[in-house]
């Protein structure tokens, strides 16, 4: 499985984006499909995952903002980021795993395929 991140810029805080993760390679509609982040100088950490294609999750610090989705073929999915705030900034990495269970749905040994990231910088 590839996967391609995109979608990531520069925004003021209380902004908005959208992340795209394209999945190639390989049917991914039965995987769980996640974003984790990495701000400089500090670990991967998650931030919302769609489980199996149905099921969504989210880490605390973006619930209510934050809205992970993905399109009907479940080749793409989507991270849509609204309230944006200078702590959101960090590079967004989406990542598959074909194998996942939601008690480890945030532990980034879980996913098997990542894609290359995106930065997402929030002024204030």
């Known amino acids: 499985v590839q996967l391609q991140a995109s979608g990531g810029g520069l925004v003021q805080t209380g902004g908005s984006l959208r992340l795209a993760c394209v999945a190639s390679?390989?049917?991914?509609?039965?995987?769980?499909m996640a974003w984790f982040r990495q701000a400089p100088g500090k670990e991967r950490t998650f931030v919302a995952a769609i489980h199996r294609g149905a099921t969504p999750y989210y880490a605390d610090p973006v619930k209510g903002r934050f809205s992970i989705s993905n399109d009907k073929a479940k080749t793409t999915m989507y991270l849509h980021m609204i309230s944006l705030k200078p702590e959101d900034t960090a590079v967004y990495y989406c990542?598959?795993?074909?194998?996942?269970?939601?008690?480890?749905?945030?532990?980034?040994?879980?996913?098997?395929?990542w894609g290359q990231g995106t930065l997402v910088t929030v002024s204030s």
């Open positions: 390679g390989r049917t991914v509609s039965t995987y769980t």
């Open positions: 990542a598959a795993g074909a194998r996942a269970i939601v008690s480890t749905i945030a532990t980034p040994t879980t996913y098997n395929h």
